[in-house]
């Protein structure tokens, strides 16, 4: 399978370690590749300064969103909501 050039821009929020991050990826049939890659990925690893050799495990969500080429006004519906205690 080759490879189809592809643009990434990311956004990254540290806050005593990465909070959050943000990726937008454009090119070809990005979505058709990437769609599957949705989800919840873990990633475990032993610290330098670990002593005991414990794992720490970290987790981030994944969310793969296709980003609409037009928005037509005759397509959306605007359902305005209040809600009240």
Known sequence: MHSLPARIYI???V????RHAAAAISGQSVFLRMK???GVHRVQRVPKTEKSGRMHTSTVTVAILP???EVLS???????ILSSY
Do not use: A, M, R
């Open 15 to 18: 806050l005593g370690g990465l």
């Open 11 to 13: 956004l990254l929020i």
């Open 74 to 80: 005759h397509n959306l519906i605007c359902c305005p």
């Open 67 to 69: 980003q609409p080429s």
């Open 36 to 38: 599957f890659e949705g």
